[in-house]
Nanobody, 119 residues
């Protein structure tokens, strides 16, 4: 059973930066596409950034140029570097594998980490 633990969220002013971290149990990252998702109050969970096993990364349009996803396969960690944060980035952020779009079933979801951006 893969377990995921997100951290690094917090309260930041618009224009600020945060780095989110995701620790995954087991040696799964090197063979698995991973992704960050977010869910704002009253909205569905959405994909934000994906990093594939070859290192290629994909981003949702609203975060392109501001967010960067990276991974450390030795440490079993996935990161999301967020710059130029906007109030609309406020959400609970989760990591998981890249999901059904890439032929995978999601792992159990972790607790997420809250990001709040004040204007």
């Amino acid at each position: 059973q893969v377990q995921l633990q997100e951290s690094g969220g917090g309260l930041v002013q618009a224009g600020g930066s945060l780095r989110l971290s995701c620790a995954a149990s087991g040696s799964i990252l090197s063979a698995t596409g991973m992704a960050w998702f977010r869910q704002a109050p009253g909205k569905q969970r959405e994909g934000v950034a994906t990093i594939l096993t070859g290192g290629m990364s994909l981003y949702e349009d609203s975060v392109k140029g501001r967010f960067t996803i990276s991974r450390d396969n030795v440490k079993n960690m996935v990161y999301l570097h967020m710059n130029s944060l906007k109030p609309e980035d406020t959400a609970l952020y989760y990591c998981n594998n890249a999901g059904p779009s890439w032929g995978m079933s999601f792992y159990s979801w972790g607790p997420g980490t809250q990001v709040t951006v004040s204007s």
